[in-house]
C-alpha cells in the first residue's frame, strides 16, 4: 500500500497526517477553518486518496500559517507515499466545471518543483479563510511534493464555486497521475 504518515509541529502549527494514496476517497479532516476543512474532503474524494489530517494552528494569529502548513505536510506525503515514482503514469490534466466556473490543472510528478497560478479573487474572504492563501496551499504542496503544478481558473463568478472546481481538478489529476501503469521510469533520463 502507497501510504505515509506525516507529524510536523512548529511554535504555529501542530499537524498529524495519514495518507493513503489506493483508499476509497474517505477524508476525516480537521484544520480548525471549516472551508478549508471543504475543500480537502473533496480533494480525498476526487482523488480517491483516504486522508486523515488534525491541525491545530495559531488561528488568533490568522490562517496563513494553517494553510500552509498543511500544503508542506500534504507534499510530504505525497512525495513519501509515491516513493522513486517507479510506474506511475507521473502526467495529467484535468478540466472541471462547478456550475458558472471553469478550472483547469496540470501536473507532472517528476521531481521539479514548480507553480503556475491563475487564479483571481474578488473577495478577500471564503468563510473565514483568505482567499490570498490558497496560493501559499498550493505553492507549498507542489514544492514539498516535487510536482509541477499549473492551476488555471478559466473563468467563473462565484468564489466558492471557482475554488471548488480546482480542488476537484487538483483531485482527478491526482488520481489519474499517480496510477501505476508499468514498473518502469516515466522518463528519457532514466530517473526522476
Request: proline fraction near 1%; include cysteine; charged fraction near 25%.
Amino acid at each position: 500500500m502507497r501510504s505515509a504518515q506525516i507529524e510536523r509541529k512548529t511554535k504555529e502549527t501542530d499537524i498529524n497526517l495519514i495518507l493513503n494514496l489506493d483508499g476509497t476517497g474517505k477524508g476525516e479532516i480537521d484544520t480548525g477553518i471549516g472551508f478549508l476543512d471543504h475543500m480537502l474532503v473533496s480533494l480525498s474524494f476526487y482523488s480517491g486518496f483516504d486522508i486523515f489530517l488534525k491541525c491545530e494552528g495559531d488561528l488568533q494569529v490568522d490562517d496563513h500559517h494553517t494553510v500552509e502548513d498543511i500544503g508542506i505536510v500534504l507534499g510530504q506525503g505525497l512525495l513519501k507515499a509515491i516513493g522513486d515514482r517507479r510506474g506511475i503514469k507521473r502526467f495529467s490534466s484535468m478540466t472541471t466545471p462547478m456550475d458558472e466556473s471553469l478550472a483547469a490543472v496540470s501536473l507532472d510528478i517528476g521531481n521539479r518543483p514548480y507553480l503556475v497560478y491563475n487564479l483571481e479573487f474578488s473577495r478577500e474572504k471564503i468563510g473565514q479563510m483568505d482567499t490570498q492563501n490558497f496560493k501559499e496551499f498550493f505553492r507549498a504542496f507542489a514544492f514539498e511534493s516535487r510536482m509541477n503544478l499549473h492551476v488555471n481558473l478559466l473563468y467563473g463568478e462565484n468564489e466558492h464555486h471557482k475554488i471548488e472546481a480546482v480542488f476537484k481538478s487538483l483531485g482527478r489529476a491526482l488520481k489519474d497521475a499517480v496510477k501505476v501503469m508499468d514498473d518502469q521510469i516515466t522518463s528519457t533520463k532514466g530517473v526522476l
